[in-house]
């Protein structure tokens, strides 16, 4: 051994964990209204647009578990306006992964470029979350998301 450490890359982008799911709906203030009264969820974030009073439409609701003192993550469901998303359709947008760190999004974006999937959206970052992410068409239509996250980019 001359003293040159090697470092061996992973072969394929690490997932970390399931991260949320985003839903297409008719009716975002009433489907929250059913996730916290069934399952505690609470909103992160209420997206509307400027000037963002009571009469503005929503445009998106990010929301988490409910843990009182105990810190959680910014968001496991999106909804989005399904008049706005795929077609008007109501129902799955998309389902996100964590992935181990920066590198492993980067990786799976190559990847999947190579393999000719269809790019929706990225790689960037969302403003809410933090999150560095990337969207990807799967060849039986729903998207998928790889995302990070972006205040801890280097694991």
């Known amino acids: 051994m001359t003293g040159v450490q090697t470092c ?17 709906s008719n009716d975002i203030p009433g489907a929250l209204e059913w996730y916290h009264a069934h399952l505690g969820i609470i909103a992160s974030d209420i997206l509307k647009p400027p000037p963002a009073d009571e009469t503005a439409p929503i445009m998106g609701i990010f929301a988490r578990l409910d843990r009182g003192e105990k810190p959680s993550d910014h968001h496991c469901i999106f909804w989005l306006p399904a008049g706005m998303q795929s077609g008007g359709k109501t129902g799955l947008n998309h389902v996100s992964y964590e992935m181990v760190n920066l590198d492993d999004v980067f990786m799976g974006h ?3 470029e190579k393999k000719g999937y269809e790019l929706e959206w990225g790689i960037g970052r969302h403003y809410q979350g ?8 799967s060849p039986f239509m729903p ?13």
């Open 8 to 24: 061996a890359l992973p072969i394929y982008p690490r997932i970390k964990r399931y991260g949320h799911y985003g839903i297409n």
């Open 143 to 155: 998207t998928h998301e790889h995302q990070t996250a972006g205040d801890r980019c280097a694991n």
């Open 130 to 137: 933090s999150q560095i992410f990337d969207y990807w068409r």
């Open 110 to 112: 190559e990847i999947l």
